[in-house]
């Protein structure tokens, strides 16, 4: 099984702050088969982005993905007050494994 | 408007069983494979079981297999959970969730249910 691990575990960041966000794979996974979700209190996850780099309808273009191979990366250009949340990546190119989370907090 | 709704969540005892719904409504059911997505008390996302459009592939996580049984019944646009042997590690949200796409292939997922808690303690 792939397992996904997101680092660093939180951030404690601030409104205009860039973000960057790592997702490694236990091993290889296609671009195409990558995406990454936020889940804020109480609320189900919402889908952000998927094949590395295509954002949801409704992921406002201050997100961006990339990535290849091992190593993916989730990131917010400016934080706005909104973004403060768990992000997750996740793999579904063999099976679905998502990652342990990155909380970005004030 | 898609929406997944589950339900049947509750406190059980350890070693015994419940089951678990999802209804679903707003897009052709019987085309889609459906998700079971699980979150422990302050913890992440965990993939539970999946099952084809058609029920012919059923797929477990090494955590339930044997224990758990997914299945679904078209005509009612449902997916159930049937959990046995229940565990106190068993003890989370369960979410159901459905891909973009009708394809048999793994995807993400763009449509998750608001989950039920399922409690496991004695």
């Known amino acids: 099984d792939i397992v996904l691990t997101q680092s660093p575990g939180t951030l404690s960041l601030s409104p205009g702050e860039r973000v960057t966000l790592s997702c490694r794979a236990s091993?290889?996974?296609?671009?195409?088969?990558l995406a990454w979700y936020q889940q804020k209190p109480g609320q189900s996850p919402r889908l952000l982005m998927s094949?590395?780099?295509n954002r949801a309808t409704g992921t406002p273009d201050r997100f961006s993905g990339s990535g290849s191979g091992t190593d993916f990366t989730l990131t917010i250009s400016r934080l706005e007050p909104e973004d403060f949340a768990v992000y997750y990546c996740?793999?579904?190119?063999?099976?679905?494994?998502f990652g342990g989370g990155t909380k970005v907090e004030i | 408007e898609v929406q997944l709704v589950e339900s049947g969540g509750g406190p059980v005892k350890p070693g015994g069983s419940l089951r678990i719904s999802c209804a679903t409504s707003?897009?052709?059911?019987?085309?889609?494979?459906i998700h079971w997505v699980r979150q422990a008390p302050g913890k992440g996302l965990e993939w539970v079981s999946s099952?084809?459009?058609?029920?012919?592939?059923?797929y477990y996580a090494d955590s339930v297999k044997g224990r758990f049984t997914i299945s679904r019944d078209n005509a009612a646009n449902s997916v159930y959970l049937q959990m046995n042997s229940l565990r106190g590690d068993d003890t989370a949200v369960y979410y159901c969730?459905?891909?973009?796409?009708?394809?048999?292939?793994?995807?993400?997922?763009?449509?998750w249910g608001q989950g039920t808690l399922v409690t496991v303690s004695s």
């Open positions: 969730a459905r891909p973009p796409t009708s394809s048999t292939s793994w995807y993400y997922l763009d449509y």
């Open positions: 707003g897009f052709t059911f019987s085309k889609y494979n």
């Open positions: 099952i084809s459009s058609t029920s012919a592939y059923k």
């Open positions: 091993q290889s996974v296609s671009s195409t088969y």
């Open positions: 094949g590395t780099s």
């Open positions: 996740q793999q579904y190119g063999s099976s679905l494994t």
